[in-house]
């Protein structure tokens, strides 16, 4: 599933969010909740609006929602 695609990376990269009053590297379940979030927020908003959630872009669609991930910085 997604968020375990998503897990994953920021497994890989020792990405970390804000969670239990420090900062850690998000579990599926925190994936998971975040992107259970974000389309509970969008549901009522336009089809293209967007949230952005540490490293995340949920975007809403016509048919659900769209994931975007910051892969990483190239200089």
Known sequence: MLE???????????WTWAIGGGMNVPTEQDIQDALD?????LYDEPVG???SVGRLIIE???SGHD???LAGEYY
């Open 4 to 14: 375990q695609t998503i897990s994953d990376w920021f497994k890989k990269n020792q």
């Open 37 to 41: 979030e974000a389309a509970r927020v």
């Open 49 to 51: 609006t967007q949230l």
């Open 60 to 62: 809403k669609t016509t």
């Open 67 to 69: 994931v975007y991930m």
